[in-house]
Structure formats: structure tokens, C-alpha cells
């Protein structure tokens, strides 16, 4: 009898694996952003004859997806994605600077080889520091290459810089391990040199949701930011998410798109 679960349970260990290969994740992304292009969200309908649904959300809500970002149609500037075969994932960053612009993170969960949830946190005119234009000037001047194998950090040590540096916002005690050349893109500016933040307590930091990328070194972070915004709660807070490069144990980058509930939030 324990073999025959032993084997069962290594057969479907196999399956998930399977269904979780990088080119699968990159398949499934691609497919999304052609979606988001065409303005055609029905790339989810071979799903209806999945048993599992499809949440959609965007900004922390779940919406109707046919009225959704994914209907309009842009035109992509740029993008960037990650992949997460552990936690079957990934997460894009999408720059749109014509017509109408706009700066969109978006998180691609999978099971059994099926998007079940689409998370966005989609930015536009309003929202915090937000300036499509210099968000696609600075991206497309870093190197986001993958790392070469011998030089990787493992899952840990990336997750744990990413904690490091949110959770040092409320917690001085906490030093993030930054690159001397740290630099910081928040909605359209870009710091360089100096990427602590630190803001005055009580300041709590909830539903941390993680894409974790060895290959590049990379992770993102959707999380909700207290105090911001004063025309919603402090707790949870106002959406947002941190996409971070780490090299050597050190952050190299940080990116950085927050949602203005009540628009011009930022000023």
C-alpha cells in the first residue's frame, strides 16, 4: 500500500511539474499579452470546460473581464516577465505610452495548466508619480538578463531581500541588502544611490502575494501600502506591488506601481 501512494504521489509531482516548465509559463504570458493587445479576452474561453474558474481582479478587485483592461486593446510599448515554476507564476510589467497610457503589473497564477486567477494592478494619469514615458525610458536602460547559473541566489535569499526591504518601511531596524548602485523606479522617477524608505509607525504591510525568479534573480511583491490614500482605509491600504533585482545577495533594482483609489493622490 505504500508503495502505491509513493508512486502516486510521485506520478503527480510529475503532472505539476510538468505543467509548470518555464516555457510553459512563458507560453501562457505570451498568450496574455496578446490578449491584452488585441483587446480580445476571450483567449480564457478553452477554460469553460475546466472545472476550475477564472478569478479576474484589477487594483484589488475582481471585475467582469470582458469589461476590463484586457478589452481595450493597447498598444504595448514594453514588457518584461518573470517566471515562478514553484509557485506557478509569473508576473509581467507592461508600459503603454499612446492613446490612452498606462503601466500595468500583472500576476498569472496556474493550476493544472490553466490560468485560475489574473491579478492587475493597472496605473494611469492620477495615479502615484505616475509618467508612462519615463516608466519605458528607464526600463528598457537596465539589465534584467538571466544570471549566469553559478552566480544565482536561491529562492530564499531573493524572497528574503524582497522582505528585507518592504518591511524595513516600518521597521528601522531592518537593513535591506542594497547594491551600492541601487536604483529606484517609482511610477515615472528614477533614484539612484539611496532605496531605503522608512515611514513612521504603525505601519503594517498585508496580503503579500510572491513570483519568485532564480534565473533572473528577480522578485515581485503585490502587497497593500497603509496611509497613502485618504479617500480609502489606511488598513488594508492602497494596492500596490515591488519588482526587485537582486545580484549577489544585493537589490540591484526596484520598481515600483502604486494605485490612486481617488486620483492625484500623489500630489
Not at 18 to 46: H, N, W
Not at 86 to 109: D, N, P, Q, W
Request: include cysteine.
Amino acid at each position: 500500500m505504500i508503495s502505491i501512494v509513493l508512486v502516486a504521489c510521485a506520478t503527480l509531482a510529475t503532472q505539476v511539474s510538468a505543467q509548470c516548465t518555464r516555457d510553459s509559463l512563458k507560453a501562457i504570458t505570451a498568450e496574455y499579452l496578446a490578449s491584452l493587445a488585441g483587446g480580445k479576452p476571450s483567449f480564457v474561453s478553452p477554460q469553460k470546460t475546466n472545472s476550475l474558474p477564472l478569478l479576474y481582479l484589477e487594483n484589488d478587485a475582481p471585475i467582469d473581464i470582458a469589461k476590463g483592461v484586457l478589452s481595450q486593446g493597447i498598444k504595448i510599448d514594453f514588457n518584461r516577465s518573470i517566471y515562478d515554476t514553484t509557485a506557478c507564476a509569473s508576473y509581467t510589467e507592461i508600459v503603454a505610452t499612446t492613446k490612452h497610457s498606462y503601466v500595468i503589473g500583472t500576476r498569472l497564477s496556474v493550476t493544472d495548466g490553466k490560468v485560475t486567477k489574473i491579478d492587475s494592478v493597472v496605473c494611469d494619469d492620477g495615479d502615484w508619480l505616475f509618467n508612462a514615458a519615463g516608466s519605458l525610458r528607464y526600463n528598457q536602460q537596465e539589465n534584467w538578463d538571466p544570471i549566469p547559473e553559478a552566480k544565482r541566489n536561491t529562492r530564499e535569499v531573493i524572497k528574503a531581500a524582497g522582505d528585507a526591504y518592504i518591511d524595513a518601511w516600518g521597521d528601522k531596524t531592518i537593513s535591506p541588502p542594497f547594491d551600492a548602485k541601487c536604483a529606484r523606479l517609482e511610477g515615472g522617477s528614477y533614484l539612484t544611490g539611496n532605496c531605503k524608505l522608512n515611514f513612521q509607525p504603525p505601519f503594517v504591510l498585508l496580503n503579500k502575494r510572491y513570483t519568485i525568479d532564480e534565473e533572473l534573480g528577480a522578485v515581485d511583491i503585490f502587497h497593500n501600502f497603509p496611509f497613502l490614500d485618504k479617500a480609502i482605509a489606511r488598513d488594508p491600504g492602497t494596492q500596490t506591488n515591488n519588482l526587485l533585482r537582486v545580484e549577489g545577495g544585493k537589490i540591484k533594482y526596484i520598481h515600483e506601481n502604486t494605485v490612486c483609489q481617488k486620483k492625484s493622490c500623489a500630489k
